[in-house]
């Protein structure tokens, strides 16, 4: 009742996206809707928001297109099998149309728990009306951080070993904004927006997540040689607010130049802080020297709400269905979401476990030297899983065998 009451409010009232994001309104509205952030968007102080009833958390699930429906399943088996406190509220989000009835709910669901478990969500629509689905979640809720922990697994056959980086990627201004118009027939510009504010939170991130976790080295990867204002803003804030950090070291380094050492020398690489795109090459490129999209997970966050997902958003389309998609991902951002609503407990015998089982056991999937399927590392995982037992604050807790 509580679902159909709430769908029954959307339809009468005016969409809360139309005020900051004329992109998912009809034609007939977008015309009249300025390019202005919403309130939500503004930088606010307090702590993150989770919705937890009786020492149980509600997390939205929104499984989205590709492998996402069946990597959601196991995350779920796994859970349940533990015995993780959380329910999910799983939301489909359908790509091949063209209306935002279900991306609205989706946010509105996130509002109301503060945490999601996100697969990729595909935007198939080429509408100039549509905007993409993930960015539009990340805009609205005001994503500004997206974290990348890139950590080699033994035995996983990759191009480098050891690698341990993490990227601290700005998640909602760049080449992202989506600003594009044609001003003369055949001529098209894009726009590239970089704020003082959101290049000063995700520096201060960045040198914040190294000092607390004793690294050493903080680089700002740009490219100020040519786009001297945008990316010479952003790189001369990261300067600024390094100064706060003495005990740090600070370098920059150009984004091609930081595409090749990444190549031939990851290791010179300890926390990286950099805008939008760049994030994404670069994440994309170090996941796969460690061996590929199935392994890494990403983590999304603003002042007040987290969104988990797998690192490099990847759908996976082409295996979708197949049984052979690396489950690794998704059962590490569900992981990290874990630990980032106080279960650490249960984060701790699903990360053994997962770790034993593609490491150990060497139980892995073909995108990474394997001959297993995906069902077989999730099977394993239980096995190990039903050795274990769980200690949280209403009791001990046995997972099943």
């Avoid at 958003?313 to 690794?328: F, H, L, M, Q, S």
């Amino acid at each position: 009742m509580a679902i159909r009451l709430t769908q029954r409010l959307l339809q009468t009232q005016t969409p809360f996206l139309t005020r900051g994001y004329p992109m998912l309104v009809t034609k007939e509205k977008s015309e009249d809707v300025a390019h202005t952030k919403s309130a939500l968007q503004k930088k606010l102080t307090g702590t993150r928001i989770s919705a937890q009833y009786g020492g149980r958390h509600a997390v939205t699930m929104l499984p989205g297109g590709g492998i996402g429906p069946e990597l959601m399943t196991y995350v779920r088996e796994i859970f349940q099998y533990c015995g993780a406190p959380i329910d999910f509220e799983v939301i489909d989000i359908d790509p091949s149309t063209e209306g935002n009835d279900d991306l609205e709910y989706a946010i509105t669901s996130i509002k109301r728990n503060g945490v999601a478990l996100k697969g990729n969500i595909e935007t198939k629509s080429h509408s100039l009306d549509e905007m993409s689905r993930n960015v539009a979640i990340r805009n609205e809720l005001d994503l500004y951080v997206n974290v990348v922990h890139c950590k080699s697994y033994p035995g996983i056959p990759a191009r480098h070993k050891d690698i341990d980086i993490v990227l601290i990627r700005q998640n909602t201004d760049g080449e992202y904004a989506m600003l594009e118009h044609e001003s003369v027939r055949g001529v098209v510009e894009s726009m590239k927006v970089v704020t003082v504010e959101n290049a000063e939170r995700v520096a201060r991130y960045a040198f914040e997540y190294a000092r607390q976790n004793n690294r050493k080295r903080v680089t700002t990867i740009h490219k100020a040689n040519i786009m001297k204002l945008s990316d010479g803003l952003f790189l001369d804030v990261a300067n600024r607010v390094h100064k706060e950090y003495p005990e740090l070291e600070h370098n920059n380094m150009i984004i091609d130049n930081t595409c090749m050492q990444a190549v031939s020398n990851p290791h010179q690489f300890d926390v990286m802080n950099m805008t939008n795109l760049y994030g994404t090459i670069v994440s994309n490129v170090l996941c796969g020297l460690m061996g590929g999209a199935g392994l890494i997970s990403g983590r999304n966050y603003g002042d007040h709400y987290a969104v988990f997902e797998p690192g490099t958003r990847n759908t996976g389309t082409a295996i979708a269905g197949k049984n052979i998609a690396n489950p690794v991902a998704m059962i590490n951002a569900s992981i990290d979401m874990l630990n980032h609503l106080g279960h650490s407990e249960h984060a701790q015998v699903i990360y053994d476990a997962t770790y034993q089982t593609i490491v150990n056991d060497a139980i892995r999937t073909p995108d990474v030297g394997g001959n297993h399927s995906s069902t077989d590392v999730v099977e394993n995982i239980l096995k190990i899983l039903s050795t274990k037992r769980v200690n949280w604050p209403h009791g001990k807790y046995f997972c099943q065998s």
